[in-house]
C-alpha cells in the first residue's frame, strides 16, 4: 500500500471518505503500512490537502502575552499593581466541585478540567503571576466547565461523513464536539490490512487563539472518532507551553528512529513575531511526547538560537508595550530583530506550514512571510531541517501566499495554497513541479487580471 500514488487516497478507503473530510477542515494525512494496528509502520507516504486561509498577520484573537522563566511563566516584576486572585480561587471551588463527578463526562472533558484545574492552583500559588494570566487562567477553567459533555457512548454514532449545513458538531464516540483544529492524520494498517486512523489537532474548546491542548483520536472508519488523549498540554510551570500558541499540528511517522514526530507552529501569545515551529517525538502516536524545544527553521543547534520568542515583558502595564526577545530561561536578547536577521544562524521565520513525507525523506513547506514560502528538506530523524541536504529555497516571492498542501500524483509534486486575507474567504492557488530541489521548476495557473491581462499571482481583495 506504501507504494501507491499519494493522490491515490480512495483506493485505501474504496469511498471518498476522506476526501470529503479534508474538504471540510482542512488538515493532513500520512499513511502508514505496517504489519499490525499497532506495530510498527513499515513504510510512508503522506497526503496532503490545503487548508482555509487565514493571514499570519491578523489571526490573533488574544492579546495578553507572557513573561518566561526557568520555573515560572508570565512574571510582571515592573509592574506596581496589585493582582487580584480572587475570581480564580472562586473558580477554581466551582471546578472542584465538578471534578467530584468527573467520572460521569466525556473523556476529554475529564481531561480538559483536570488541566485547567492544575494551571490554575499553580498561578494560585505564584507571588508574580500577573493579572493578565490569573484572568485568562480564571476565564478558561469558566469556560472548561461550561463546555463539560456528559459522556454519552455511541461507537457507531454516523453511517457517513457529511457535510452539515446546520453547522452541527460532529461528536466523538463519547458525545463530545471533536477538537481536533487544522491538524494532521496517520494511517497505520494492521497485516490484516485494517486500517487505524489517528488524527491530531488544536482543541479551541476555550474560543481563543493561545494554546489549549493538542488532541489525538483514533478511528476504524473515518466516520466515528474516539478521544483518546491530548497529547501535548498547556503547563504554567513550563514558559514554552504556556502564554503560547501552538496550531495547525502535523504527524509524521520516522522508520529509522521507530518515532512518531509531531510539528506545531510556535509563537508567543499576542504576536507572530517569533515565528518558529516546535517539535515532539514519541515511540507510540498516542504519547507520551517528549517536548523537544522551538526554533525557526534552519537555527543552529546551539542553545544561543533555539527556545527564544518574542514577547511584552510587563502585560499589566498601559505604556511598558514594546516587543522583547527572551529565552525560556528569562534571558532577554539585546534586539532581538537585529540579532535574528541573520538568518544563517537565527533560521527563517515559519507561520502557516505543512510537511511531506516521501519514503524516508520529508520536507517542510511554510510561510515565510507576509510575501512568501519556504521550503526545506527535514534531516532523517524528521526532527528539524537539514541545511546540509536540499538547498532551502524561497517559493513565490510577493505572492502572499500560506496554508500549503502538498500531495504527489505521477511525476507531479502539487501545491495547493490560499492567499492571505485573514478570516475572510479567497481564490485558492495551485502550482507544480516534478523536482522538489528546483527552485525555478515551480509552474503556477494563470489567471486573468482586471485589466484583462494573464498574471501568476493576482491581486486579491478581502470581504468582510
Same mark, same amino acid.
Given at each position: ?8 487516497l ?17 488538515l !493532513? ?6 504489519k499490525a494496528?499497532?506495530a ?7 497526503i496532503v ?51 467530584a463527578?468527573?467520572s460521569?463526562?466525556?473523556k476529554i ?17 505564584k ?9 485568562q487562567?480564571t ?8 463546555g463539560m459533555?456528559?459522556?454519552?457512548y ?19 464516540t463519547d ?19 485494517t ?46 507551553m ?22 506545531a507552529?510556535?509563537e ?6 517569533? !515565528? ?21 527553521p534552519? &537555527?543552529?543547534?546551539n ?17 511598558d ?6 529565552y ?11 540579532? @535574528?536577521?541573520?538568518?544563517?544562524h537565527?533560521?527563517t ?11 524516508n ?5 511554510? @510561510?515565510?512571510?507576509g ?17 546540509? &541536504? ?6 513565490f &516571492?510577493?505572492?502572499?501566499?500560506e ?7 505521477g ?10 486575507s ?24 494563470? @489567471? @486573468? ?16
Amino acid at each position: 500500500m506504501a507504494n501507491q500514488h499519494h493522490f491515490k487516497l480512495t483506493s485505501f478507503l474504496k469511498t471518498n471518505l476522506l476526501v470529503a473530510l479534508f474538504s471540510m477542515i482542512g488538515l !493532513s494525512a500520512t499513511i502508514i503500512s505496517s504489519k499490525a494496528a499497532t506495530a510498527i509502520p513499515k513504510k510512508s507516504v503522506s497526503i496532503v490537502t490545503t487548508a482555509s486561509s487565514s493571514s499570519s498577520s491578523s489571526k490573533i484573537n488574544s492579546s495578553s502575552s507572557s513573561n518566561s522563566s526557568s520555573s515560572a511563566v508570565s512574571q510582571s516584576s515592573a509592574s506596581t499593581q496589585t493582582v487580584n486572585k480572587d475570581n480564580l480561587k472562586n473558580a477554581l471551588k466551582q471546578a472542584d466541585n465538578v471534578a467530584a463527578h468527573l467520572s460521569d463526562y466525556a473523556k476529554i472533558s475529564q481531561n480538559l478540567l483536570r488541566t485547567a484545574i492544575s494551571n490554575g492552583q499553580i498561578l494560585a500559588k505564584k507571588s508574580d503571576a500577573s493579572q493578565a494570566d490569573i484572568d485568562q487562567q480564571t476565564d478558561v477553567i469558566k469556560a472548561t466547565m461550561a463546555g463539560m459533555v456528559k459522556e454519552n457512548y455511541n461507537p457507531n454514532r454516523y453511517a457517513a461523513v457529511v457535510n452539515h449545513p446546520d453547522n452541527t458538531q460532529w461528536l466523538d464516540t463519547d458525545g463530545a464536539p471533536i477538537q481536533a483544529h487544522g491538524g494532521g492524520f496517520v494511517q497505520v494498517t494492521g497485516s490484516d490490512g485494517t486500517p487505524t486512523y489517528y488524527w491530531v489537532g488544536e482543541d479551541k474548546s476555550h474560543n481563543h487563539a493561545f494554546f489549549n491542548g493538542i488532541n489525538l483520536y483514533t478511528s476504524k472508519d473515518l466516520k466515528n472518532w474516539t478521544y483518546v488523549n491530548t497529547i501535548l498540554k498547556p503547563n504554567a510551570n513550563d514558559p514554552a507551553m504556556f502564554d503560547v500558541i501552538m496550531e495547525r499540528p502535523k504527524i509524521l511517522y520516522n522508520q529509522k528512529n521507530k518515532q512518531f514526530v509531531v510539528w506545531a507552529h510556535w509563537e508567543r501569545q499576542g504576536s507572530y513575531s517569533s !515565528s518558529q515551529v516546535a517539535v515532539a517525538t514519541s515511540q507510540q502516536a498516542d504519547g507520551p511526547y517528549k517536548f523537544l524545544g522551538h526554533w525557526r527553521p534552519g &537555527a543552529d543547534s546551539n542553545s544561543k538560537y533555539r527556545n527564544w520568542g518574542v514577547k511584552i515583558l510587563n502585560p499589566n502595564s498601559s505604556t511598558d508595550t514594546q516587543p522583547t526577545g527572551v529565552y525560556d530561561n528569562g534571558t532577554k536578547m539585546t534586539d532581538y530583530k537585529t540579532e @535574528t536577521a541573520d538568518t544563517a544562524h537565527w533560521g527563517t521565520p515559519s507561520r502557516d506550514f505543512t510537511l511531506f513525507e516521501e519514503g524516508n525523506k520529508a520536507y517542510i513547506i511554510s @510561510t515565510e512571510s507576509g510575501t512568501m514560502m519556504r521550503i526545506y528538506e527535514l534531516n532523517s530523524d524528521f526532527t528539524d531541517v537539514d541545511k546540509q &541536504a536540499m538547498k532551502s529555497y524561497e517559493l513565490f &516571492a510577493n505572492a502572499r501566499r500560506e496554508a500549503p498542501a502538498l500531495v504527489k500524483a505521477g511525476k507531479y509534486y502539487i501545491l495547493a495554497t490560499s492567499q492571505q486575507s485573514g478570516w475572510s474567504p479567497n481564490q485558492g492557488r495551485y502550482s507544480y513541479t516534478t523536482d522538489l530541489s528546483d527552485p525555478n521548476g515551480w509552474k503556477v495557473n494563470r @489567471t @486573468t487580471s482586471s485589466s484583462g491581462n494573464e498574471v501568476d499571482t493576482p491581486h486579491w481583495s478581502a470581504r468582510g
